[in-house]
Structure formats: C-alpha cells, structure tokens
C-alpha cells in the first residue's frame, strides 16, 4: 500500500490527511514535534486569555485519528534523504515514504537585533511559545511588541488581560498600514489605543538591552529612546520553516517552490501550506501566503491531486478576516493599501469610529474590486459571486443589505452608506 | 474535582473594591433569608423582606455594573477558565452543593423552609407572607418563596447578561423576553388570577407559557376538574393549553426554531440564560456525551408521554357514561396520532433523518405497544402500576430531581443546560420538529471558519458548532436553543442565525468556499 507522510500537523497538513483518507485507502503518517495534536494555531491567543483551555484547540476529538486511519508521530525531522524516499528523526529513528507532502510552516522573523536572545524575547507562534509566554510573564509589569501586525495586536491583546502594561512600536503610519488602507489603518490604531495600549508609531526597534542575569531590562529604538521592559514580544512577521531542508536538492527560495499542482522539484515530493513559495504568483496573490484559508485550500488540492484527480491549485476570489481587539474585520477581493492606477477607494465611517469600511473600485470600467468590513460582517458568498460576476460598484452599493451577515435585529448602515456614496460620486446607482 | 488543566498557568483574577462591596451587599441580603428561614423573629417582615429582597438584587446588579460598566463593549470571556467559580473549582463546588442542598430541601424537606402541614406556617415561609398577600391575598408557600428567589434572580441576572452583552442587540431583546415571561406569566398573572378564586370559584395554579410536556402535570384529574367546573374562563385555559402543543408550537417552531420557546419564553431557558450564563462552557462537548443526550431525552419523551396518556386514560370513563370521549376514543386518537408523525417523517423526511430513523421507530413503538397493553390489561393498573403511581414517580424523578437537583443545582459543574439538553421532553418534541420542519438554522460564512473553537466551546447545549463551522456546513440540530452565543464569540463573523427557505438548509460541503470554483462545483455536487 502506498504510504503517504505528512510533515507538519497544523492546517494544510492535516486537511490533506482528511482529504486524501476520504478519497483512498492509502497508508496516510503525520509527523510533528510540536503537538500531539492538530491543534487550530489560530487560537492560541485564546488559551491565554483564560477564554479556552487547550483541549479546547483541537478540533478532533482524539479518538478521530484512529479511527480514520492517520497515523500520527511525534518526531522532529532532522534531515530528509530524498534520494533513498527517507526521513530522519532526532530521535535516529527513521521512516521512509512513498509520497511526501511538505507541511511545515512558518516560524517568526529575527532580523538579528542585537540582544535577541536574551531571556524574556520571543514570538507568538508555536505552543512552547504559548508555554514560554506563560513563563516570561509571570512577574512581568511591562512588555514591548515589535511590530504592527496581526500577531503583534493579538499579543497586546492578551498581556493588556494579565494586566501588562503594553507600548507597541510599529514601523509605519498606522496599525497593519502595509496592508490595510491608511483611514482604516488610523482607525484601528486609534481603537487599539483606546484599550490602554501605547502606540509608537514611525518608531523602529535598534537594539534590546539584558541585565547580568541576561534577562531583558529594556529596549532601545532607532531614535534613541529607551523603554524599560520585561517582555519583548517579536511579531514583525514570519517567514516558512523551512531551515532543516536547505542543502539539499529541494529547491528553495524564501519558501519551498513549487509549480502550480503544488510539487517541488523532487518527485514525489509536495508541499503545501506556510511553507510554500509559488514559482508563479497566483493573479495578485503574493508568492507566499501565510494564512489558514490557503494552507487549508493547499490541503484539499494536493489532496485530489494524490488520490487520482490531478488539479492545480487555482484560488478563488482572495478573502481574509481578523479581529482587532473588539473591532471584526473581513476582507473580500482585492483592497491595497495604497489604490493602484485607475484604482479609487471609497469610505464609509460610523460615528462610533468602530464601524467602517472601505469599496475599492475601477474608475474607468467601475468594476467593483473588493471591501474590507469593519464592525459589520459580510457574507462571505455574496461576494464572491459578486466578484465573479464582476459586478460594478454601483450594483454591489445598492446591494450591499443582501450581504449583511450581522446577528438579528442589529442595527443597519446600508442606506447610510449608499447617500455617502452618491453624494461623493453623484453617480446614479 | 477539575484543576486547572489549561496548560498556562493560573493567574490571579481578584476582584475588585465595588465588587466585593456588592457581593457583600447580596450575600447580607441571602443572609437576612437564612436567619428567617432559622425563625429569627424580625419585628417589621414587611420591611425587613423588602431589604432582604433589595440586597439582592442591588447586589447583582452593582457587582454588573463594577464588572461590565467600564470595560469596551464586546466579548467579555477573559480568564473564565482561571476563575474558581467559572472553572469547576472550589467556588463552584461550594455553590453546587448550596444549590443542591437548596432543591433538595425545598422538594423533600420544605417543613425546614417553615412548611406546617396542620396550621399556620413558620420560618421562612413565613416571611414571605406580606408579599404574597399583597399580590394573591393568601400566604406564601414554599413555591410562592422559590418563584420569587427564581424570579429575582432571572431579573437581576438579566440585568447582568444584558451589560455583558450590550453589544449584541439579538441578545438583549431575547432577554429583555425571559425577563417579562418570568415576571408577568410565571409569576405574577398566576398570583393576581388566585385572586379570584372563591369557594365556588377556582382556577388551578397556571404558568400560560408552561406547556405540556414541561408541565407534566397540566392533564392531572384534579386539575381537569378544576378546569371544566370553572366555567368558560376555564376551558379557555384548558384549549389554551391544547392549542398550545399541537397549535402554536408547531407553527412558531417552523418559522423560528425552538429557539422562540427555549431562549425567549420558557422559565428554565431563562434562569439558564441568566443566573446560568457563566457556567455556559461546562458542558460536554464529546460525542459520546451527544450519543447519551439523545438516549436520555428521548426515553424522557416516551416516558412523559405514556404517563400522561396513563393518568388521562385512569379518569375517563368508558362508554357507558354516554360521553364521546371514552377510554378507547382516547387511546386510538393516541395511537392513530404518532402513527400520522410517524409516517409523515418517514414518508418526506426520511433522509434528513438517516440513522436517527431506527431510535425514531423504537420509540415510536415502545409508545404504542405500551397502548395496546393499556387497552388489554385495562383497568387502573399498568404493568401492576397505578397511573398516579407512575405519575408521582415521573413527577419525583424527572419533575425534582432531574429539573431541579441536577438540572439547576449541578449549573457550576456541568453547565447551566444540563435539564434542557438530558431531561427536558418539550425540548426534545420541538428539537425534533426543529430538525425536520423548521427554517431556521445557523448559517455558516463561506469559508471563512479558523477552526478556533469559540463557538463550541461556549455552546451551552455541548453542540460542537466548530465541526460544522469547518466544513462550511450549516448547523441544524435538533438541540439547538437558538441562544446566539456562538455567533456572539465568533471572532470572525461566521455564524448567523436565521429563518429562511427550507431548501439546501443541510448542506455538507466537500471543498470549501475560497478554493477553485471548478473543483468546489465538481466536489460539491458529486456528493
Ligand atoms: C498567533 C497566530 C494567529 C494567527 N491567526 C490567523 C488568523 O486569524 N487567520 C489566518 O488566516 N491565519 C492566522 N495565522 C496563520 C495561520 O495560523 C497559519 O497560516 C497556518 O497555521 C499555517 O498552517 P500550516 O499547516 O502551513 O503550518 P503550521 O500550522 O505552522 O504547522 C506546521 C507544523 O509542522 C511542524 N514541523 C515543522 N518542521 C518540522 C520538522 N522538521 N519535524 C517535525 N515537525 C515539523 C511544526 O512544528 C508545526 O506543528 C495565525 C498564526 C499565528 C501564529
Ligand atoms: S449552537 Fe449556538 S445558538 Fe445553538 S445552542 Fe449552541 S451556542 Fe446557542
Ligand atoms: S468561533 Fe467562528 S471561527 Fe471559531 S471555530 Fe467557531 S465558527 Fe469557526
């Protein structure tokens, strides 16, 4: 029986396992040092907040595994030898594969700081993250997060309940402003701020400073500004996990590439998820998505592919969500931070500044492009046949009731947001 | 007993200054009760009830506000799993055994509440007696003191989950619901209509929200009786209460789920919902408790249904009293009614309800072999039962112990739905109409699920949304109350629930929204 071995248990790994057990009767492993357990990394925040314990993580009850034929290995890859289709485990145990889907993830950025090994300095990735925060914080009044993204607002988040006192610096103008238009961006930083949290804005981390025990005393920022702390959190982004395999004849870039069915260089070898570098960007799609929605969808393709039904991985209409402390966030289609040529941005704010959102939109053929929602959820489905449809701006405003995906009896903008939009364009819609 | 398991540690969750002054504001008040219900002679009852009574609330109340008031609206879950009371720890327990104790006392020993069966009552009881004169006219019972307690604390408690959930206008109005049926129907309609009763006049005690098959009792002779001798205003109550199962039940549970009874009207839901809402999360979320719950509360429903059918069938006469409905006309009707249900699910529903089918059928035929032995061997003894015998065993195991020991005594170690999910029948007949003939389901966003786990965890039915969420499938299951709280937790704007056409309500999905549309629709529609 053909024997397929997964490397890494989180999302896109795990959805090929379920994917392909659906699909055949192959003899499925999946190895992981991390967890037990799939585990949803998502939520880790949520374990730390008392909200949810660990069990709580893991979607599969853990008689699951077992009875859908998934094995599962608690190993560390060392070293894998393509060539004799064999993994080498820290442990010196070894396993050889038939197929092997590449699953690794990421892990979080170090951009060589100088005192970033000190005791006290970490990420928020992993689960010995979650239990090293756990140990970092426990006599901790102070903490500095570095960085202006989702990890980085969902670590304040969680020390600000610990009673920790939280001075965010983020390189650019706003929280996430990379991504996210500069209105929406200033609107989030401003709730965030509202929370007790300091923002330092325009301000980049120099060096971290470490007292004799080499425990952290402070950080030290590109103007010279000194901050006393006792946790910096490193959440200026991750890049895949893929260190174990350079030196080999896997070809690697930044991330492990592969073409558009999801294989590497090597035969027989895919890989999926985080660690994943396309070799042809996908329509405006970066070449490596760090998301749970494509490592998932990664998952179910290679799945098909493996069990007989070859496909590419072909994306649909871009979308992703978020929550920032107590604002929701949803985004479908494409909304830039900054609007390309020909590219406009319509705004629309509630007075409440917790309520927002942003329509991008063609200026020639007025295309409707994408929305990012804040405050008010949207259906996913809507549009995305929208998308498709290439509805116009125009079609989606004057619809936009049919997208609310808001709890019952919750209050309506639509009609707010359709005057703003005809009094600044005077179009008729 | 559970320690903290997470596996990040514990961290101090102390409360604050207006916190501690407002729970020693509640527990002086529960304190003046248990003085009273040790027949401390307290000079002025009037006045001192009413403190007792305002302590109370005031209490709950201002520790809300020192909780809620200042913080951002919003989730409000942190550290719920550190704290002793919300995490099964010795807070809990203490509370559990009080609780219990209570139910226990108040079911079996209401002589130590100051019930005296010959003469006047004393103790707490007693106490309780200005304000029961002042809306019925007569003395407090026990019951009179328990509706009360039960009525302040869905009152205030509501008051609580309202700041908590201020943010979501869907909760606070089905709130804002429980609270007016608790008060008006529960409690105080049936008071001012003892008022009217006389010597020649009088109404059983009747909660008009309260149908059969919660309201076990509702078909007892003495209460028929008292029905049909009370003239028009009392057969009023007595269709009322028919027309309610078989009138307007079926039709609000087809058009909203039973959601509109069990989270909107119903008294249990309502101290579930309120008192209960911090120990949501402590129910059992594994399959294997899902396999049990369906077990359990089905047996309830045939239990509930041969008692009632038993105890109805001991008072009608047979045909010599001249009066259509005889022994037989009763049992047939019976019979030839789940026969109908029976065939009708079979007959349009019988995919929705795969492998549910075979514990349908054996329900449905334990009922009416059960029937045809009644009707054989006749006469008052079932199976060398009596009616009331069976009757007062339902009432002791189901009514008491399951309702109100377990049920609401056990809220801080297994949850405040305990009853509602294992024990309650009603829950049970609109679960099953609310699987099969309803427009109401939890819609699933596409895909934008991250497997989180927020909503099952907080699902206080132990219904694990996240498995449905993940698959992009929508969640129809015939325990949902329809509470909204795993929409409300959903940190990604996931789930919705709502009323809409029958068609595609099941859907199961092989490949989620956001993938290859070729592949989702080749997928999809090969299922
Ligand atoms: C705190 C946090 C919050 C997030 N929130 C969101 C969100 O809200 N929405 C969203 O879309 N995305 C979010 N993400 C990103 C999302 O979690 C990732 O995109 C997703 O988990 C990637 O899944 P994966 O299967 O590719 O890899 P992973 O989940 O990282 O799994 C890889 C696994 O492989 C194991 N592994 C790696 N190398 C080896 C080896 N050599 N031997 C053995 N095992 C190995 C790792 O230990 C790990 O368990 C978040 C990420 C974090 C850290
Ligand atoms: S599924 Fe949701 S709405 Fe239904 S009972 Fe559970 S939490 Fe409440
Ligand atoms: S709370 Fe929302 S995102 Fe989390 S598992 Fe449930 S449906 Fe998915």
Same mark, same amino acid.
């Given at each position: 029986m053909?024997h397929?071995?997964?490397i ?19 003899r ?14 998502t939520a880790?925040?949520?374990?730390y907040m ?8 893991k ?11 998934i094995?599962l290995?608690?190993?560390w ?11 080498h ?17 990421s892990i ?5 700081w100088e ?10 990735v992993?689960?010995q ?5 756990e ?12 960085g202006g ?7 304040a988040?969680?020390l ?12 650019e103008e706003?929280? *996430?402003?990379?991504i996210?238009?500069q209105?929406?961006?200033d ?8 929370h007790?949290?300091e ?22 920022t590109?103007t010279?500004e000194?901050?006393e702390?006792?946790l910096?959190?490193?959440c ?6 893929v260190?174990?395999l350079r030196?080999t004849?896997l070809?690697?870039?930044k ?5 558009s069915f999801?294989?590497t260089n090597?035969?027989d070898?895919?890989?999926i998820?985080d660690?994943?570098?396309q070799?042809q960007p996908i329509?405006?799609?970066?070449? +490596?998505e760090?998301? *749970?929605?494509?490592?998932r969808m990664?998952?179910e393709?290679?799945?098909q592919?493996?069990t ?9 209409? *871009?979308f992703?969500?978020?929550?920032f402390f107590d ?12 609007p390309?040529?020909?590219e406009t941005?319509?705004h629309w704010?509630h ?6 959102l942003t329509?991008?939109y063609?200026t ?6 994408? +929305? ?13 046949? *929208?998308?498709?449809?290439e509805?116009?701006v125009g ?5 936009l009731?049919e997208a609310?995906f808001?709890?019952e009896?919750?209050k309506r903008?639509?009609?707010?947001i359709?005057d703003?939009?005809?009094k600044e364009?005077?179009?008729s819609v | ?9 514990d961290?101090p969750a102390?409360?604050?200054i207006?916190?501690?002054a407002a ?10 009760l248990?003085l ?5 002679n307290?000079?002025?009852?009037t ?12 209490g709950?109340?201002?520790f ?8 951002h609206?919003?989730?409000k879950?942190d550290g ?8 099964r720890?010795y807070?809990?327990?203490?509370s559990?055994i009080?609780?219990?104790g ?6 079996f ?10 003469g006047?009552?004393t ?14 006219g007569?003395p ?8 009360t307690l039960?009525?302040?604390a ?7 989950f309202?700041?908590k959930?201020?943010?979501n ?6 709130t804002i619901?429980?609270?007016?049926f608790q008060t ?5 309609i049936p008071e ?7 010597d020649?006049?009088?109404?059983p005690y ?9 309201n076990?009792?509702?078909?007892d ?6 029905y ?16 309610s199962i ?9 058009k909203?789920g039973?959601?509109?009874y069990?989270?909107w009207v119903?008294g249990c839901?309502?101290l ?16 294997s ?9 089905h047996?309830?429903v ?5 008692m ?23 049992l047939?009707?019976?019979?030839l009614?789940?026969t ?5 699910v ?18 449905y035929?334990a009922i009416?072999?059960?029937l045809?032995?009644f ?5 008052k003894?079932l199976f060398l ?17 399951f309702s109100?020991?377990?049920?609401t005594g056990f809220y801080?170690i297994?949850g405040?739905?305990v009853?509602?999910?294992f ?16 427009k109401?389901?939890?819609t699933t ?11 099952s965890?907080?699902?206080?039915m132990?219904i ?8 992009g499938?929508n969640i ?6 329809g509470?909204?709280?795993c929409?409300?937790?959903c940190?990604?704007?996931?789930l919705?629930?709502e009323?809409d056409s029958?068609?595609?309500r ?5 490949v989620l929204?956001?993938n290859?549309v ?10």
């Amino acid at each position: 029986m053909e024997h397929i071995v997964i490397i890494g248990n989180g999302i896109s790994g795990i959805t090929a396992a379920r994917h392909i057990r659906k699909n055949s009767d192959k003899r499925i492993t999946v190895i992981s040092a991390e967890s037990e357990h799939f585990f949803s990394r998502t939520a880790l925040m949520y374990v730390y907040m008392g909200h949810m314990k660990w069990e709580h993580l893991k979607p599969y009850e853990d008689w699951f595994w077992e009875k859908n034929r998934i094995e599962l290995k608690k190993e560390w890859v060392e070293s894998v030898d393509f060539d004799n289709k064999t993994l080498h485990f820290s442990s010196k145990q070894s396993m050889n594969y038939d197929k092997l889907i590449l699953a690794t993830g990421s892990i979080h950025n170090k951009f060589g700081w100088e005192g970033q090994e000190l005791k006290g300095v970490q990420g928020l990735v992993t689960k010995q993250d979650l239990e090293l925060l756990e140990e970092n914080t426990k006599n901790c009044k102070k903490a500095v997060i570095i960085g202006g993204g989702l990890i980085g607002v969902e670590l304040a988040e969680m020390l600000l309940t610990r009673n920790i006192q939280v001075t965010f610096l983020i390189r650019e103008e706003g929280f *996430w402003s990379g991504i996210l238009p500069q209105k929406n961006a200033d609107l989030i930083s401003k709730h965030i701020t509202s929370h007790g949290v300091e923002i330092k804005h325009r301000t980049e981390l120099d060096k971290i400073v470490g007292d004799k025990e080499g425990n952290v005393r402070s950080i030290v920022t590109k103007t010279g500004e000194e901050i006393e702390c006792e946790l910096v959190g490193l959440c200026a982004g991750v890049h895949p996990n893929v260190d174990f395999l350079r030196n080999t004849a896997l070809e690697i870039d930044k991330g492990i590439l592969v073409n558009s069915f999801l294989q590497t260089n090597i035969k027989d070898v895919y890989a999926i998820g985080d660690c994943v570098q396309q070799r042809q960007p996908i329509g405006q799609r970066k070449s +490596i998505e760090a998301v *749970w929605y494509t490592g998932r969808m990664m998952g179910e393709t290679v799945a098909q592919t493996l069990t007989g039904n070859k496909r590419e991985y072909n994306p649909g209409h *871009w979308f992703n969500s978020a929550k920032f402390f107590d604002i929701e966030y949803q985004t479908y289609g494409w909304v830039f931070n900054k609007p390309k040529e020909s590219e406009t941005h319509f705004h629309w704010v509630h007075q409440d500044n917790k309520k927002f959102l942003t329509i991008s939109y063609d200026t020639i053929s007025n295309k409707f492009l994408g +929305i990012n929602t804040f405050g008010i959820r949207m259906r996913h489905e809507k549009f995305d046949t *929208w998308l498709s449809d290439e509805r116009s701006v125009g079609y989606v405003i004057s619809h936009l009731k049919e997208a609310n995906f808001d709890p019952e009896f919750y209050k309506r903008y639509e009609a707010s947001i359709f005057d703003k939009f005809q009094k600044e364009y005077q179009v008729s819609v | 007993m559970e320690n903290n398991m997470s596996i990040t540690g514990d961290v101090p969750a102390s409360l604050s200054i207006p916190q501690k002054a407002a729970t020693f504001v509640g527990i002086a008040g529960l304190f003046i009760l248990v003085l009273a219900g040790l027949n401390t002679n307290f000079p002025n009852k009037t006045v001192w009830l009413s403190i007792s009574l305002s302590a109370i609330t005031v209490g709950i109340i201002w520790f809300s506000k020192a909780t809620y008031a200042n913080k951002h609206e919003g989730i409000k879950n942190d550290g719920v799993w550190f704290k002793a009371i919300s995490n099964r720890g010795y807070l809990a327990w203490i509370s559990g055994i009080l609780l219990t104790g209570f139910y226990i006392v108040l079911y079996f020993y209401p002589e130590y509440l100051g019930l005296v069966e010959k003469g006047d009552n004393t103790g707490l009881i007693v106490f309780f007696d200005p304000l029961s004169k002042l809306l019925s006219g007569g003395p407090a019972s026990q019951w009179f003191v328990y509706g009360t307690l039960y009525t302040i604390a869905i009152l205030a408690f509501g008051i609580k989950f309202i700041w908590k959930y201020r943010h979501n206008r869907y909760e606070r109005l089905r709130t804002i619901s429980v609270m007016f049926f608790q008060t008006a129907f529960a409690f105080l309609i049936p008071e001012f209509m003892a008022r009217l009763n006389s010597d020649s006049f009088s109404l059983p005690y009747s909660d008009l929200k309260s149908i059969w098959p919660l309201n076990y009792y509702n078909f007892d002779q003495y209460r028929v009786d008292e029905y049909i001798s009370a003239g028009n205003i009392g057969i009023a109550l007595l269709l009322f209460g028919i027309a309610s199962i078989f009138i307007i039940t079926p039709i609000l549970t087809y058009k909203y789920g039973k959601r509109w009874y069990c989270s909107w009207v119903c008294g249990c839901g309502g101290l579930a919902e309120t008192a209960g809402d911090p120990f949501r999360h402590l129910s059992d979320k594994r399959q294997s408790a899902w396999k049990i719950e369906r077990w359990v509360v089905h047996s309830v429903v045939v239990f509930v249904v041969l008692m009632t059918t038993a105890v109805v069938y001991s008072y009608l006469g047979d045909s010599s009293k001249g009066y259509w409905l005889t022994r037989d006309v009763f049992l047939i009707g019976v019979a030839l009614l789940l026969t109908a249900i029976f065939t009708l699910v079979m007959v349009f529903k019988r995919n929705e309800f795969k492998k549910d089918a075979r514990y349908g059928a054996i329900g449905y035929m334990a009922i009416i072999l059960a029937l045809i032995a009644f009707h054989y061997l006749s006469g008052k003894n079932l199976f060398l039962f009596d009616a009331y015998q069976l009757r007062s065993f339902y009432g002791f195991l189901i009514g008491s112990i399951f309702s109100g020991v377990i049920g609401t005594g056990f809220y801080p170690i297994f949850g405040n739905r305990v009853w509602c999910r294992f024990g309650c029948p009603m829950a049970a007949i609109l679960g099953f109409q609310q699987r099969l003939f309803s427009k109401f389901r939890i819609t699933t966003n596409g895909g934008q699920c991250i497997s989180c786990g927020n909503c099952s965890t907080y699902c206080e039915m132990g219904i694990d949304v996240r498995a449905y969420a993940q698959k992009g499938e929508n969640i129809v299951r015939s325990s949902c109350v329809g509470c909204g709280i795993c929409a409300a937790v959903c940190p990604r704007g996931v789930l919705k629930l709502e009323n809409d056409s029958m068609k595609g309500r099941i859907n199961s999905k092989e490949v989620l929204l956001g993938n290859d549309v070729d592949l989702l629709d080749l997928l999809n529609q090969k299922q």
